[in-house]
Each structure stands twice: as C-alpha cells, then as structure tokens.
C-alpha cells in the first residue's frame, strides 16, 4: 500500500488527515480504518463482524462524526418496529385516506447510517432494509417506491449470518459488499495502550461535506487501472475459483471501482496490484469454509500487497514474542535472532507508513526484549 502524499487535491488531504487521525486513536484498527473510509469513497455499505468491545461502534461512530449530511443511527434489537426506522405513519394524511410516514430524522432521509446488530432486526426490518440497502428505495406500504438518499450504510455485528440462521439474514448480509471480521487487540503494546490511555476517541481536526464525498467518488472513479493490476485481478479471480470461492458477478464486478476507491485513498494515480488488498474483503461469497482467508491468501500471494506483508510479520513478530522466555538466555537470543531476521524482511518492502511505523515496533520490542532478559540473569 503507498503512502498517502501531500496532494493538491484538498478533498484527498481531508481523506488522508482522517485516515492518520483515526488510525492514530485506534489501536490495531489500520484495516478497518482504511476499509470504512473506502467505502465511503466508493459509496458501498460496509459490515464489521466481531467479538462486544472491540471498538466496532467507536470506529463507526467517529466516521460519522467526521462526515456532514444527514445522518441516522440504530442499535436493532427483535422489538425494533418498523416505524422507528421508517418513522410513524402520517394522521394528517391518513384523514385524507393516503398512507404516508413522518420520515424526518429517520432512515429514508439519511446520507449515511449506522446500523448497530444489524442481523438482531425483526423479518419486517430486515425486509425493509433489504430493499433500501439494495436498491435504495422505500416502500411505505402503498406500493410506491421511493427513493432514498443514502449514500452508505455502516453495519456492525457480533456474529455472522450463516445459512443456518436463515435465508434473510444471508441476503441482507451480501447486501454489504465489504465485510470484515474484527479480531481483538493482539500485541502486548496495543493491550498497554487499550489500558493505559483515558480517552480512545480519535480527535478529527476536519469534517468532510456530502458534496466532498461526491467528489472524492467522482475523482476515483476515473483512476485507470495499470495492466499489472488488471492482471493480477483476473489472475486473483482464477486462483480463487480452483480453492472453490466464488464471488457473485456483481461482488466481483463492484471489486473494480472498490478497488479504484482504495488507490485514491492511498494517494495513487492509478489502481496498482498493491490496491489489491481491499479486495479481500469483497472477492468471497460466505464466511463458511474459510472463504475470507482463502481470499487473503490468494490474494497476498498474487497482488503481494505491503499492507497485508505487514500485517502478516507482525504477527509472525507477535508469536515469537509470547514463546520466548526470557529468563532463559539461549531462548531471548534465539527470538531477538527472530524479530531481527522479521525487521529485515520488513525493511524489504517498498517505503510505506505502516512499514515504517511496523519496523519502530519491532525496535521497540527487540530493546525490550534484551533488557528483559538482561534482568532476568
Ligand atoms: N482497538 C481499539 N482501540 C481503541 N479503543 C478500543 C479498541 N477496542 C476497544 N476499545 C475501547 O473499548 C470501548 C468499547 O468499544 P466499542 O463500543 O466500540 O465496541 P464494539 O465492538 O462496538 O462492541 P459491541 O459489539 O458490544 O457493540 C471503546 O469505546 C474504547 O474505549
Ligand atoms: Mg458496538
């Protein structure tokens, strides 16, 4: 993944300070960040599935906060009514026998919404919201179709929806076409920091308009792809197919300008094999059967992309450093040997804010590491 650079483009500047500002607050959170903050360039709905506590809700709630526009939020539960998210039924206009809703403040008006246990909704809601999340239309119970504005729709849940909790909750979880699954802190460092730190709220210092957002969508939509990418993705798409994933025509189809998203908000001019990486949280159609590793495999092997090298050694990092024993002299040296050997891998990989932010954590715990093992003796 690139470093995001000064632009001349103040709408990208926006994207970049939020992206550093939010990243900075949230620990371990770079992915998701970047995922959301993609999806709102790209005007698709995005579904964050993880355990209670993890910083779903602060995530989704500060990009909400950061953007203009109208805004409604939900937390669902099986009491929902419709009418909380539709709003109530008009008298005024039921006296003169038509059916209508006060829409006002609800989700028929919302640029943006946030859907809290998206999957807890009644059959009613998850009707409702099929169609709005789908086609973007509502239907007040009179057969008419109305538009809505909604521009992008934030989910979060604690758990997936499988074919065992029903067929709705399948449709209604492919109407997202980014998911991703949101794992606890894992480093001893992000953990002191999660403890240690009073206020996680990221503090944004900008606010970006609905009409910037436009803007943003307008500019990635004309990035070319380079042929290596074009490449690469078709390559992806094949390599996927034989491990048995097969991602819809419209998912595969909608990966394209996902994709385009992704480079815009890196800073790039064109869609590298690099910008690749977003696309594995769209190219799987279940979460059974291991489709989203599958795709982050194949993915990662073909396109190669930084950000999930990274990623990927940093955990190698992370598991070294909870075997070694550092009361036992032979066993620190063979895991600083480890995490010198990782610093160097990562030292290959082309220059990259989170490369370098990567390799300052890893000094940190080598430094650690030694005078850990110094005391112990
Ligand atoms: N990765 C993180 N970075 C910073 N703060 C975090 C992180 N994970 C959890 N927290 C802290 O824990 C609090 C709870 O997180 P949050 O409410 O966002 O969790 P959630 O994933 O939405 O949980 P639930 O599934 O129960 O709704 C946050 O307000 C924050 O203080
Ligand atoms: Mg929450």
Redesign the pocket.
Known sequence: MKLVRPDSDPVREKFAQARKELSA?????EDEVDLVLTALVANEHVL?V????????????SVLSWTGGTKFSILLTKFTTVEELLGPVSLTALKVDKYLRVTTGKLPEADYSFI??AFKGSSAILNVMLKILNERVYDVGDGVARKVPLKLCLA???EWASPDTGKELSALSDRFLLRKS?S??RSQA?RQ??LW?R???PKLSTMVSPTEVEEARRAALILPWSSEAKEALETILKELAKEGVQPGDRRQFKTVGVARAFAYLCGADEVLPEHLEVAQHCLWDSPDGDQPQKAAQVIARVANPVGMRVTQLLLEAEQVLVAADVRNLADAAKAAAKLAEIDRQMSSLKGNGRVEKARLYLKEQLKKLKLASIEAV
């Open positions: 607050a949230l620990i371990e959170r964050l993880g355990p209670p506590g993890c910083g779903k809700s602060l995530l989704l709630d809290d246990e979060a849940s604690n949101v606890p802190i992000g920091r999660l730190t206020d996680h709220a």
